[in-house]
């Protein structure tokens, strides 16, 4: 029962946590330093010449001098770790409460047999706050600190998308502000055997950015077929494109496979914002032309690609297969 992960001093990994060989990470994998780390206090241009090459050679990039206040991510960090330790029966008060939704046994990418060593909070944000009446209210302060990291979070999203679509030559406004915001935080307690298990198995985003928070070390990205751990940085956001940058580029920019790996000594929580496209997704007419005909039939990023991307997430570029033309 993953409960037992959960509360008990195990010190062996209960079987269904136990990965298939081919799956476990093994091997120790550097940490690279290369990640490129993007001063957002850089002249604009600089800044967004810089972004738009980490997302050339990288997919993965990290922000700092990013205007979110330290304590602010401090305070947002407290408040779900608090909430990760609540006793596992009031957590699951929230196991589905609307959109907002807590597992702490969550899925394998692609078999029923196995679980990532991992629990996860979901829950909207939306512009208007109305999804606060969904959100924990314990801690008390969750609400208060989670409404302003969540806009703060919001009004980065706005910029590094300018910056983006200014560096790429995409028309101002190219991405829109009509995004989907969703948190998804992932807490990853303390693993008596890192090498048999992991936290999040490798996979590509299926959202337009996410926006993540770490302070503990655990992620990893998948680089010329061999994987690389990023670096924490204190107070610095790691950023990375899915999917749907793909499409919009034409295949120019390729969104990253990564995984996260367990810890026997720290916990470790990430908080992922992710945000989703509130409209169709294909091709931007500057990508596209008689030299360059489009890859990908436009789609409908909810309703036709999100379906599609749960059914293919452990073949890590399959999701966008069928979205191709003459595939
Ligand atoms: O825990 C992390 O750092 C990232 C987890 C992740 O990749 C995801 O939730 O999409
Ligand atoms: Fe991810």
Not at 6 to 26: D, G, Q
Not at 105 to 117: D, G, L, V
Not at 126 to 132: A, C, L, P
């Amino acid at each position: 029962m993953a409960n037992h992960m959960i509360s008990s001093k195990l010190n062996a990994v209960t079987p269904t946590y136990v990965l298939p060989m081919h799956e476990r990470p093994l091997a120790p994998v550097p940490i690279d330093k290369e990640i490129p780390v993007i001063d957002l206090g850089e002249e604009r241009a600089v800044a967004a010449q810089q972004l738009v090459k980490a997302l050339e050679q990288y997919g993965f990039f990290q922000v700092i001098n990013h205007g979110i206040p330290d304590d602010l991510m401090d305070e947002a960090m407290e408040v779900y770790e608090e909430f990760f330790n609540l006793p596992v029966k009031e957590k699951e008060n929230y196991a589905e409460k609307e959109e907002t939704l807590y597992t702490n046994n969550p899925k394998h990418h692609a078999s029923k047999e196995h679980k990532y060593w991992k629990e996860v909070l979901e829950h909207n944000c939306n512009i208007d706050g109305q999804d606060k009446q969904t959100w924990p209210s314990n801690p008390p302060t969750f609400r208060e600190v989670i409404g302003a990291y969540s806009s703060e979070v919001r009004k980065l999203s706005m910029i590094i998308f300018d910056l983006v679509s200014e560096g790429l030559g995409l028309e101002a406004g190219y991405f829109g502000k009509g995004h989907g915001q969703r948190m998804f935080v992932n807490h990853y307690p303390i693993c008596p055997d890192p090498s048999s298990t992991l936290g999040t198995g490798g996979h590509c985003d299926p959202n337009l950015i996410t926006i993540c928070q770490q302070q503990v070390y655990g992620l990893q990205i998948l680089k010329n077929d061999e994987w690389i751990g990023v670096e924490p940085l204190p107070h610095a956001f790691v950023v990375n494109f899915g999917f749907p940058i793909t499409v919009m580029t034409n295949g120019k920019l390729k969104s990253v496979a990564h995984r996260v790996v367990t810890n026997k000594t720290q916990a470790r929580t990430a908080i992922g914002t992710y945000f989703c496209p509130a409209n169709v997704v294909e091709p931007a007419k500057s990508f596209v032309g008689p030299e360059n005909p489009p890859l990908f039939k436009p789609f409908k990023w909810g309703t036709e690609f999100l379906p599609h991307y749960f059914k293919n997430r452990a073949v890590y570029h399959a999701a966008l297969e069928a979205f191709k033309i003459n595939a």
